[in-house]
């Protein structure tokens, strides 16, 4: 079963704006990941903020975190086309190796 | 190319069926995983191991689906009796286990259809 839920699950937006995505998860973590999926590809890993972190940057990436609320955020500012793709949050519960991924948020950048 | 790599990338199969498939990992990753992923939804996990050792299996992972690493490089998984239900992609991960940060780095997956 699904432990994340992302919020929207489908988003769209035009080209420079900002995306932003939201993700609930039920259970204490160690570490909270997010990545990307185009469409029929593999997953491709875009950060990872431990559960003792707020707020961590990466590009044009922005992700916080608030254990308190079981909830984190990522920011996509300046939107490109090529950002078009599915994004999905990851959590490893504390003595867990495997992932648990939410359903994930359908991005689409129009030009 | 050095990421994780999957063979074959497609695979269609006749209900009933046996498939295998393959994932070779990260070189130094120690770390290796399976999952599941059916349209729309996010993978599930199916299971792990750490070098050889098989350490953790999903309740997905029904007996006709078998895993195994047997060098501790390459792993294959095996689906016996092929069912409509068992089309997904399937993805493989690898890891390193060096610290309490384990990113998981996937490979491009198998998409697996029986007809």
């Known amino acids: 079963s699904q432990q994340g839920e992302e919020d929207p699950q489908a988003l769209s937006i035009q080209e420079g704006e900002n995306a932003t995505m939201n993700c609930s998860y039920k259970t204490s973590i160690n570490n909270l990941q997010w990545y990307r999926q185009n469409s029929g590809r593999g997953l491709v890993h875009l950060i990872l903020i431990r559960s003792n972190e707020r707020e961590k940057h990466s590009g044009r990436l922005r992700v916080t975190l608030d254990t308190s609320k079981k909830s984190s955020s990522l920011l996509i500012t300046a939107s490109r086309a090529a950002d078009t793709a599915s994004y999905f949050c990851a959590t490893d519960g504390r003595g867990a190796q495997k992932l648990v991924f939410g359903q994930g948020t359908r991005l689409t950048i129009n030009p | 190319d050095t990421g994780v790599s999957q063979n074959p990338r497609h695979k269609i199969t006749k209900r009933g069926q046996n498939v295998t498939f393959r994932c070779d990992p990260i070189s130094e990753h120690n770390r290796l995983y399976w999952y599941r992923q059916t349209l729309g939804q996010g993978p599930e996990f199916l299971t792990y191991?750490?070098?050889?050792?098989?350490?953790?299996k999903s309740r997905l992972l029904s007996d006709r689906f078998s895993a195994e690493r047997p060098k501790g490089s390459f792993s294959t998984l095996e689906i016996q009796r092929t069912e409509q239900g068992d089309s997904a992609m399937y993805l493989c991960a690898s890891s390193l286990m060096a610290s309490n940060t384990d990113t998981q780095y996937f490979g491009p997956g198998t998409r697996l259809t029986v007809l």
């Open positions: 191991f750490q070098n050889e050792a098989q350490l953790e």
